[in-house]
Structure formats: C-alpha cells, structure tokens
C-alpha cells in the first residue's frame, strides 16, 4: 500500500494513472459510513454494504419509526455475522428539523411565480397552493425577502427535485411565499431550510430523547450523530443526557454542522465533541457556493489537528439514481481525503438510492487512489508542528511510532490498547500503513454484575481513518508485566496475515505499555 506511494508534488506519469489498482483487503483506510433504509435493510444487502467497505452504519430518525429501524439492525447484526466484519451503530437526531408533511404522498407540482402558502395547521393536505408544517413559530422567524428551500432530504442543487421560495408576506401563523423555480416535489417528507435565520427549536426534541433512551440504550448506540449543533452548550446538555442512561454513557456525540450559528461557534463545539459531521447539503445553501470549499478545508483541519475525526457528507448525490458519479463527485470524494477526512457519510445514496452497494464501492476505491498520493511528510511535519514542545508523554510515543513505521517502511502499526485513546492518537498522524487496534477488554462491575468494557472502543475506531480494531482476550492486560505480550501480538499477526496485509519478512511497529513505560518496538516477521 505504501511502497507505491506517490505523490501530487511530484511528476506522475500519465501512463501509471491506467494501471489497475492492487486488491487490498481493506479497500481503503478512509472509512465510509451508510444510512440505511428502504433500499438496504435486507441482510443480502447489508451483507454486500459491509463486503464493499461499510463500517458505520447510520440510522436517520427524521423518517420511519423505531420499531422500523429496529428490524433494520437486526439485519444488520445477522450481516454482521455472516460477512464476520465489524460494523458500528449512529444514531441520528432529528434536531431542530423543520419538515413538510405530505400524508397522501401524491406528487406535488410547483411552478415558477406563483405563491404557495405556508402554514403550521397539520390537518392540511399538502397541494400546489398549501404546504403544512411541522413547527407553529416559522411566521415570527420569517420576514419579507427571505430565502426557503425545500427539497427530500432537503437542497440537492438539482432544481427539478427542490423548490427555492422568497417570502412574501407573513399572515397570522401562515407564511406566504413566491416560487423561484418550478419543481415537483414527491414522496411523503420533505426538509424545509431558512437561510441564515435562527429557529427557536431545541437540539434535542423530546421525540429525540425519547428514541435516545428507548432505541438508544436497547441497541447500546456507538454514535450520537447531533443534529443542527449551534453552540458548545447543545453538545454538553447531549453528554448529560446520555451520561443519566448509564449504558449510553460511553456514546461518542458527533455534532453536525449545519447552519452559520454552527459555523461561526465551531472552534468550541469542536472542543465539547468527540467528532464532526460537516452536512455540507444544509450549510450549502446557509453559505455562498464559493465558500463551502474554504469552510471544509478548514474545519477539517482543526478536526485532524485536534485528532477528532471529521465525517463529511453529500459527496455523490447523483448516484442515488445513477451507477457512476460526475466526475465534479469522484473528485470531490478524492479532495476530501486530501484535505484530511476521516470519514465519507452516504446519506440518500444508501438509504433509498437504487445502487447501495455500488455506491460504496466506487466510493471506497475513489479513497484509495487518493490515499496514495496523500501528502503524509509534510501532514505529519504540519502535525507535530502545531502539537508543539514539550509534548505530553502518549503524543511523543504514538508520533515516534508512526515516523519509525514510515522509516523501517512497516507494513502496519500495532498498537495495545484499553480506552482507544493511544491507537487513535497514532491515526491522527495519519500512517501510511494501517494501525491495527487490539482493544484489550477489562473487567468492570456495578456492584450487581461483573461485564468486560472494550467492545464501544473497538466499535468506535471504525470512524476513524487508518484504524482497524479486534477485540482482544480479556485474560490478557493492555498493561503487561513482561517484556512483551507473546500470544497476544501472535493474535494480532495471525489476523494481520489472514486479511493479507502482513506477509512474511515484513516489518511490523508495536506500540504497547510495559508497566509504568510506553514501548515502541519493531520486530521484523520470519517464514
């Protein structure tokens, strides 16, 4: 993987842009994450999600109800352990998300200059005149010359799908718009978005809470995916709620960019969270098109500086319809590995895209390619740079281990750990190699029953970029007492060797804790 390793800077010939990628057990260190729903909740198809590259999968409550995604997951468990892949669970909040609800799910036909009103009263029909909606306060948050969208799973910039409207006037609780763009807008939900205007609506919803601490804690969620987070304060009340769940205690919160407010309150959001989803669909249409790439680049790279992983979404809309992305999309895919991404999130794509499986696939291959010519040197000169002297004892090791597995060109980094924290912090120097995560469980109790913690950590690595957990036995401690943790690391090459990233005379680097000390070591494999 990294022997071929080339680079943007350097001259490329053309002609070994024709050669055919190598197979690779895992198809790409970049991690995908995949809503799903209607198009892939059989176990057939999540089975073929997991086998192309799936390693998150995202539940979407703005639709369908919990006992609907409840037979989803358990598809999901049985795909699990038929493909024997890994695969974590998100959880996403419906947030403060204004929605147009058309029960008859006739189509609805809008057309250019004409008005449409609309209005909180539920019991409307939606039509071409009257679109109801689901919050009664859009009339004291509006004014005249205001900016709408309304589109399924919200603004594609496909104007044939979506509706653009400019308020005209505001009567009583009813909103009175003019159409911009003539559109037909169909299937039962649709997302409705005010540029730049705040909504009164709390983070979490009560229907939110109540999923959280039904669904939420029966299915031990890895990911709290936080909808419409605009303040530090949304994702500690998220935290306090989870934390009075007990078992969602250790639940990473991922709080989701999606408006200016979010934007502008990034730097202490990003402090608050475990990671970020940048929902590029609603921020797209609260910035100017010419500023959506600039807000990427840099959000992502506070998230890498702050080695919290950053999730990017709505990279390949036209393939929910179509079996080939625009080449504006594969490129998009590949530029955001280049700018440090952890994780491509597919939304309508997988949840009701007619090629699920395909979609990840080329995504997954899109992210390999452009691994290859990441600029790992001057990534990890810029890392260490900012990190600064002196460093704190876990950083100086896992950046000593990442700069010896590039000098002794290791086929892959393996780190012991507990918590997760040490291998994640070894990916944040983005490795060339992938760094294999022994998560070694250990024995906890509430005073009532005795359980092993390890199996939220190893989960919770599948966001991260160039980090691949196993579970490792709890008889053996992450700390060990003698100079190395022989069956263990045995364990850990055996399934190196099965997944066909460790060959024989390969160099591997092992990071673990000898007692008090932090080794790194690096051991050279025989026949």
């Known amino acids: 993987m990294h022997a071929n390793h080339l680079l943007l800077e350097e001259p490329i010939r053309m002609a070994s842009i024709l050669e055919p990628s190598k197979a690779s057990f895992f198809p790409a260190m970049t991690k995908i994450v995949g ?17 192309a590259g799936m390693s998150v999968a995202r539940f979407d409550f703005s639709w369908g109800d919990p006992k609907y995604h409840q037979e989803t997951l358990e598809n999901l468990k049985a795909a699990i352990k038929t493909t024997k892949k890994l695969c974590a669970v998100m959880l996403d909040t419906v947030g403060a998300e ?52 309304i589109g399924q799973y919200l603004f594609t910039g496909s104007e044939t799908t979506s509706v653009w409207l400019e308020v005209s006037e505001v009567t009583g609780d009813d909103v009175v718009c003019v159409i911009k763009n003539t559109a037909t807008l169909a299937g039962s939900l649709f997302t409705l978005h005010c540029s730049q205007i705040r909504i009164e609506l709390p983070t979490l919803s009560e229907k939110d809470k109540e999923v959280i601490s039904t669904w939420g804690v029966q299915n031990k969620v890895d990911f709290l995916s936080l909808s419409y987070t605009r303040h530090a304060e949304d994702v500690r009340q998220a935290r306090e709620f989870l934390l009075k769940l007990g078992d969602l205690s250790q639940t990473q919160i991922f709080a989701k960019i999606e408006n200016i407010e979010g934007l502008n309150h990034f730097d202490e959001i990003l402090q608050e969270a475990d990671g ?18 600039l807000f990427q680049k840099a959000a992502v790279y506070k998230c890498n500086m702050a080695g919290k992983p950053a999730v990017v979404t709505r990279v390949v809309d036209s393939m929910t319809d179509n079996l080939r992305p625009t080449r504006a999309e594969a490129t998009d895919v590949a530029n955001a590995v280049l700018d440090g991404t952890d994780s491509i999130l597919l939304g309508a794509e997988t949840l009701r895209g007619l090629y699920p499986v395909e ?45 010896a597995a590039i000098k002794v060109k290791a086929s892959v980094i393996i780190c012991f750990t507990s918590s997760g924290r040490a291998a994640r912090l070894i990916a944040k120097y983005r490795p060339t190699m992938p760094v294999i995560s022994v998560v070694i469980p250990r024995l906890k109790t509430n005073q009532l029953k005795w ?28 700390e060990s007492t003698s100079a190395t943790n022989e069956s263990v690391l045995k364990v850990a090459l055996d399934h190196g060797k099965a997944s066909g990233i460790i060959k024989s005379h390969d160099r591997v680097v092992i990071c673990q804790k000898v007692g008090d000390a932090s080794v790194v070591k690096i051991i050279e494999l025989e026949d």
């Open 276 to 293: 970020i989803i940048l929902s590029r669909g609603n921020l797209g249409i609260d910035l100017p098109p010419e500023k959506v790439f």
């Open 451 to 478: 359980s092993f913690s390890g199996a939220f950590e190893a989960r919770q690595s599948l966001i991260v970029r160039g980090l691949f957990p196993m579970l490792a036995d709890p008889r053996h401690p992450a």
């Open 35 to 51: 809503t799903l729903g209607p198009k892939s909740r059989s176990v057939e198809t999540i089975s073929g999600c997991l086998n």
């Open 359 to 403: 979609t990840i696939s080329i995504v997954g291959k899109i992210c390999a390619e452009a691994e290859k010519v990441f600029n790992q040197d001057l990534y990890f000169k810029k890392t260490v740079k900012y990190v600064g002297e002196p460093m704190t004892h876990l950083e100086s090791i896992a950046s000593s281990a990442v700069r």
């Open 98 to 149: 204004l929605q147009v609800l058309n029960k008859s799910e006739k189509s609805i036909s809008l057309q250019a200059d004409a008005t449409v009103t609309l209005t909180p009263d539920q019991e409307k029909e939606a039509s071409s005149e009257v679109l109801p909606i689901n919050f009664d306060g859009l009339s004291k948050s509006v004014k005249k010359g205001d900016t709408i969208f």
